[in-house]
């Protein structure tokens, strides 16, 4: 997977950091081969992101095994967490890696009408 994107990239003229890969935790969880992929790709320059972290089977010491570039709680915790005690403690408890790890952003998106 990794010389395929390279190769995508050098192709197209892109930096590597023209792109970030976003995965949820349970892919990247249940492939024993995808955390040497990722961490080519991030030496390379690519960004890694968890998306809607939070949801899937990822433990924190999993985390670290990961170059993530950033993690994207999933949106239900954020969208409730004001009115939901538990959903505001998973957020608080993702936001409080951060000084540990990369970006930590909320996966809430607005619409315009």
């Not at 970030?20 to 995808?34: F, G, P, Q, S």
């Not at 899937?56 to 709680?73: T, V």
Request: charged share 30%; net charge negative; no cysteine.
């Amino acid at each position: 997977m990794a010389s395929e994107i390279e190769t995508a990239l050098e192709w197209h003229g892109l930096p590597p950091d023209a792109l970030e890969l976003k995965a949820t935790e349970n892919i990247v969880v249940d492939d024993e081969r995808v955390p040497a992929s990722l961490r080519r790709l991030r030496e390379h320059g690519v960004g890694i992101a968890f998306d809607d972290f939070g949801t899937g089977y990822a433990s924190r010491s999993q985390l670290k095994s990961y170059p993530l570039s950033e993690i994207k709680i999933d949106r239900a915790f954020v969208q409730r967490m004001l009115e939901s005690e538990r959903d505001l403690a998973v957020v608080r408890a993702i936001v409080d890696l951060a000084p540990s790890f990369p970006p930590v952003r909320e996966a809430v998106r607005f619409s315009h009408r």
